[in-house]
């Protein structure tokens, strides 16, 4: 309990901390929309019995000749209709936005540089890939509310992305009948429960710059830049949510809801990514809120 109200205080230190209050989408030119943030007061004694569980997906740097390497994580945390997403990447490529997603199938390896170019672009990443179940954009209790929305790191290349959710929101619209069966995002069965073990987390994109050979192809209309894949993580549970919290007298009450689709630019986490505390992001520049590519309803998703 005392992890949950540190994690979920350190989530609106985040937020309150956010340079912007704008999200964009990544189809030129990018177009801001406003953002809002609502939140519930849950009493301390009304979270007794709950049934937690921690995801963790420990990032691994793809194509790293192009991109050196990629660190963070992906944490899912549930607590029974309570649901946070929250991601921390350093080393990517810097000022740009990066899509990312939790796919169905495995992350994948060099072996799957069929054309043999030297390097795994998203064409190849999707076959081992699989269709995707939830994209990490600006909204995490439906699939496609917000798709398209994603972080922009900042001059470093560092971003943060944190989204609290309604799980029971987010199953039903898993569930619900897949309207665009020709896409590469997948819904669950009518009856299927969401389990997110061995699940994996790709994040994608490259500066526009990059020497990127002609055979690096890209997918669902996008550029190859805007597709090129850079880091993935396979999820597994853990007993709870990475690092350690001091107790606080004051902390008896915790705030839940929308987060808006606020991430921070900033070194922030540390290395792998996990949550740690005492840490706010902020490692020195100042970067978008966010991004998305934009509201192509014929193209391919992600």
Not at 167 to 177: A, F, G, R, V
Not at 245 to 264: A, N, R
């Amino acid at each position: 309990m005392k992890t949950l109200l540190s994690l979920l205080t350190l989530l609106s230190l985040f937020s309150s901390c956010s340079k912007s209050s704008s999200k964009h989408k990544m189809s030129p030119p990018l177009r801001s929309t406003p953002e809002s943030s609502t939140g519930t007061i849950i009493p301390d004694a009304q979270r007794e019995h709950k049934t937690v569980i921690t995801y963790l997906a420990p990032l691994s740097t793809l194509n790293q000749h192009v991109v050196a390497m990629v660190t963070g994580a992906l944490t899912l945390y549930k607590e029974d209709d309570l649901f946070i997403g929250d991601i921390r990447v350093n080393g990517a490529s810097p000022n740009i936005l990066h899509s990312q997603s939790i796919h169905v199938g495995r992350c994948p390896n060099q072996s799957y540089d069929i054309n043999a170019d030297g390097f795994i672009d998203a064409a190849e990443a999707a076959i081992p890939l699989g269709p995707q179940i939830l994209p990490l954009d600006g909204d995490l209790n439906a699939q496609l509310a917000e798709y398209g929305t994603y972080p922009v790191s900042d001059k470093y290349g560092n971003y943060t992305y944190s989204e609290v959710a309604s799980y029971q929101k987010l199953l039903k619209d898993l569930q619900s009948p897949d309207e665009r069966a020709s896409d590469d995002v997948t819904k669950l069965r009518i009856d299927e429960e969401l389990d997110f073990v061995d699940k994996v987390v790709v994040i994608r994109g490259v500066s526009d710059d990059t020497a990127l050979p002609v055979t690096v192809a890209s997918i669902g209309g996008l550029s190859k830049f805007q597709t090129f894949p850079i880091a993935c993580g396979t999820l597994k549970t853990v007993k709870s949510t990475p690092g350690t919290y001091e107790d606080d007298p004051t902390s008896d009450v915790v705030m839940t809801g929308s987060s808006g689709g606020e991430t921070i630019g900033g070194s922030g986490g540390a290395d792998d990514g996990a949550i740690r505390p005492g840490q706010v992001s902020g490692g020195g520049g100042e970067a978008e809120t966010g991004g998305d590519y934009g509201e192509d309803e014929e193209s391919t998703l992600l």
